[in-house]
């Protein structure tokens, strides 16, 4: 069975950085591309970063130059790393697998999410 | 960049109701276009990808259609279990977009 647990998540100032974790479970990590999307208070989904199998990266434009995204495959974890931090992106944000049939994709589990907060 | 919209934002229906979300895309996506269910405090979940597929596991209630710009997810008959709230999601091109959601409570 599929397992997505984030941690990491914490009350960050304006400025700062933070680096979220997901740790994975379940299914062959290596092979699959992996996504962060986050949720802001009261808002829908927001997709924000995909890192595929071969390490290659891809952002939304508000966050890039901002966050990194990565993975560690000898320890099944894909990371978040968020640097010059804004109140905006005060969100939960969840990990989840990416799933492929064909020429499809898609996000076919979900970990239930870190909060992250930017606040003074 | 693709922008999804959702409608309606919010939809109150009874248990044995029939609904439906309609699913716009800014731009022709073919049938890359994916819905997911989600609840507070829980994981989202895949319910159809590629425009019509349902996901494993999803129950037979679910059904979903469209092509190009317009998509549709339609709940055949409302169980309990299936107030939450529902986006579409593109995967045509990154940023993969997803729509602000519809809210489906109980009536």
């Known amino acids: 069975e599929v397992e997505l647990v984030e941690s990491g998540g914490v009350v960050v100032q304006p400025g700062g950085s933070l680096k979220i974790s997901c740790a994975a479970s379940?299914?062959?990590?290596?092979?699959?591309?992996m996504h962060w999307v986050r949720q802001r208070p009261g808002k829908g989904l927001e997709w924000v970063s995909l890192i595929a199998w071969d390490g290659s990266g891809t952002y939304l434009d508000s966050v890039k130059g901002r966050f990194t995204i990565s993975r560690d495959n000898s320890r099944n974890s894909l990371y978040l790393q968020m640097h010059s931090l804004r109140s905006e992106d005060t969100a939960l944000y969840f990990c989840?697998?990416?799933?492929?049939?064909?020429?499809?994709?898609?996000?076919?589990?979900w970990g239930q999410g870190t909060l992250v907060t930017v606040s003074s | 960049d693709i922008q999804m919209t959702q409608s309606p934002s919010s939809l109150s229906a009874s248990v044995g109701d029939r609904i439906t979300i309609t699913c716009r895309a800014s731009q022709t996506i073919s049938t890359y276009l994916n819905w997911y269910q989600h609840k507070p405090g829980k994981a989202p979940g895949l319910l159809i990808y590629?425009?019509?597929t349902l996901q494993s596991g999803v129950p037979s209630r679910f059904s979903a259609s469209g092509s190009g710009t317009d998509f549709t997810l339609t709940i055949s008959s409302l169980h309990p279990e299936d107030y939450a709230t529902y986006y579409c999601q593109q995967s045509y091109s990154t940023p993969y977009s997803f729509g602000q959601g519809t809210k489906l409570d109980i009536k």
């Open positions: 989840a697998k990416g799933g492929v049939f064909g020429a499809w994709y898609f996000l076919d589990s």
């Open positions: 590629a425009a019509s």
């Open positions: 379940g299914f062959n990590f290596e092979d699959y591309t």
